[in-house]
């Protein structure tokens, strides 16, 4: 029997898209709202003449454990390849590749002693720590000194957690950090045709299955209206017996303004840093095979981490351009955020020479800066507590957000995982009869949509 229901979805990320192609699938009236011209949030692409593929505005790879997202790509028919990049830590002037149990050993900063040490504590959570509830009472950075020892934690890991959460880095709870090292795999998953290649296809085989999606169509406000919701988009309105919004939680708190504390108080008590990266094009390569470099903050870089795509996938897909990743991730009001793509430009180029002393400008075939305001949660002791649930106080409307995978890291294999349990979540309650009316928008007074697909 054919769902009645009309589910609006705000947000055309991964976690959005999962939800309408299940949603669609179960039979029920589904819209997506995208803001941007491209689907896909974080993980979406561009493309530029000459290349084959798109590439990725935020460096994105999978892990051979990420099973959701890995899934649902060979349901859809989309291809994915692993294969194991070199990856390395930066120390002293010099990377060191550091990612088989010999080349750790070969690292000449670390006593034999001190790697064993670190070894065993990284064996402990990854093979006997996994009640991860536990660790989230622990910070980090004083776990991780106190067992791994000063020196060993100060050269491999601090300059992960400082890369990822900057000045936050030293209240980041122990399991963040377990969940990274017990997902993490040496083999790196990518699809056919990148990223914007699995989100095309996502979305298509969602809108085979009757949702629509709007791009450019920006949402202003949800807001209940007796058994339905209206959601008000660019000066025109739609009704929906349910709405899931899938933006930052800050933009949530503003987007339903009648939500009620203290739901409210959860969303905007937490907190996220954002990504500001840089992908230069060059004629040639800039590292010998380096794929990953993590960057300590302490060698005074501009950057935190330098990504060489093309180490990893083929030049040929990009026009034989080589491709390189400078990111970060700061806060919102950081400097980075206001200057203009020249003023990065001649900050981030010169520090390329540390990598390759022959380095010049004219290597340089193209540049592009992307920035995103909301790219990394911040997860303090104790983080579960404050996550707010996907069902929101109002019945009928849910929120699903990258702040919610905990104690995962956000990633596209989780945005997967998340738009299928909101998705089971929204058919059981509607079953059940734990939503508005599902007749009442058909009889209810219409304003006029006026909105193009």
Do not use: C
Not at 111 to 120: A, F, H, N, V
Not at 173 to 193: D, T
Not at 222 to 251: H, K, L, W
Request: hydrophobic share 40%; charged share 25%.
């Amino acid at each position: 029997m054919e769902n009645t229901a009309r589910i609006g979805i705000v947000g055309g990320g991964i976690t959005g898209l999962t939800a309408a192609y299940e949603l669609a699938g179960r039979g029920y009236e589904v819209t997506v709202y995208e803001g941007a011209s491209t689907l896909g949030g974080l993980a979406s692409g561009f493309r530029v003449d000459p290349w084959e593929w798109p590439l990725e505005r935020f460096y994105h790879h999978l892990f051979a454990s990420d099973r959701d997202v890995i899934a649902l790509a060979r349901e859809i028919g989309v291809p994915v390849f692993f294969r194991r990049p070199t990856t390395a830590i930066y120390h002293h002037g010099r990377s060191y590749p550091f990612d088989t149990p010999l080349r750790v050993l070969r690292f000449p900063h670390l006593s034999l002693i001190e790697k064993l040490r670190m070894g065993l504590v990284i064996a402990y959570l990854r093979w006997l720590g996994r009640d991860w509830r536990r660790f989230e009472r622990e910070r980090a950075h004083e776990w991780l000194m106190r067992w791994m020892g000063e020196r060993a934690y100060r050269t491999v890991w601090e300059p992960l957690l400082v890369g990822k959460f900057g000045d936050e880095y030293q209240d980041i709870n122990l399991a963040w950090f377990w969940a990274r090292v017990f997902k993490r795999s040496p083999a790196l998953g990518y699809f056919e045709g990148g990223f914007q290649a699995f989100i095309d296809r996502l979305a298509d085989r969602a809108s085979e299955r009757g949702a629509l999606i709007r791009r450019s169509t920006s949402v202003k406000q949800v807001q209940p209206a007796g058994d339905v919701f209206e959601v008000v988009a660019q000066g025109a309105q739609e009704r929906f017996n349910v709405v899931i919004s899938t933006v930052s939680p800050r933009r949530m708190a503003e987007m339903v303004p009648v939500l009620p504390e203290p739901y409210r108080g959860k969303l905007t008590s937490l907190r996220s840093l954002g990504a500001v990266v840089m992908t230069v094009a060059l004629d040639r390569p800039l590292t010998e095979g380096l794929y990953w470099i993590n960057l300590p903050k302490q060698e005074g870089l501009p950057f935190l981490a330098l990504v060489e795509h093309t180490n990893y996938i083929e030049p040929s897909h990009y026009g034989g351009q080589h491709l390189v990743y400078l990111g970060d991730y700061l806060p919102p009001e950081h400097r980075y955020f206001q200057m203009s793509q020249d003023e990065l430009v001649d900050l981030f180029l010169p520090a390329l020479e540390r990598f390759n002393p022959a380095f010049d400008r004219s290597w340089v075939q193209g540049v592009w800066l992307h920035r995103a305001a909301y790219a990394q949660p911040i997860v303090p002791v104790r983080y579960s507590e404050r996550i707010p649930p996907i069902a929101t106080p109002i019945p009928g409307l849910y929120f699903a957000s990258m702040s919610q995978v905990y104690p995962w890291d956000r990633g596209i294999n989780y945005a997967v995982r998340l738009g299928r349990d909101v998705a089971r979540m929204i058919d059981e309650d509607i079953r059940m009869g734990r939503v508005r009316d599902i007749d009442a928008w058909r009889t209810a007074p219409r304003p006029p949509v006026g909105m193009a697909p």
